[in-house]
């Protein structure tokens, strides 16, 4: 079993700052792409940004310049560091994980979600 615990989240001014952090933990072998998105009341979940094993990291075009996604492969962490949050920001945001672990005598791979951790960008 694999489990994510989000922490973080918050009330915020606008043009302040959060840093969330995403634990994984579990029956472990390896974790491929990390990421968050975020879903605001009435929308679908959406890609806020995600980061590869190797580093490598795609985010939102909304979130560009503000928002900076890094893991810690050694913690089986991952953060995103908001910066000038605006109020369009405001979701609960959710961390995913690509997870690789071994069972029996193979290899699995599966997708796992945190609980969710709420936003709240407002003055």
């Known amino acids: 079993q694999v489990q994510l615990v989000e922490s973080g989240g918050g009330l915020v001014q606008p043009g302040g700052t959060l840093r969330l952090s995403c634990v994984v933990s579990g029956n472990i072998f390896r974790i491929n792409t990390m990421g968050w998105y975020r879903q605001a009341p009435g929308n679908q979940r959406e890609l806020v940004a995600v980061i590869t094993s190797g580093g490598s990291t795609e985010s939102a075009d909304s979130v560009k310049g503000r928002f900076t996604i890094s893991r810690d492969n050694a913690k089986n962490t991952v953060y995103l560091q908001m910066n000038s949050l605006k109020p369009e920001d405001t979701a609960v945001y959710y961390c995913?994980?690509?997870?690789?672990?071994?069972?029996?005598?193979?290899?699995?791979?599966?997708?796992?979600w945190g609980q969710g951790t709420q936003v709240t960008v407002s003055s």
């Open positions: 995913y994980a690509d997870v690789q672990y071994y069972r029996g005598s193979s290899y699995y791979s599966q997708n796992y």
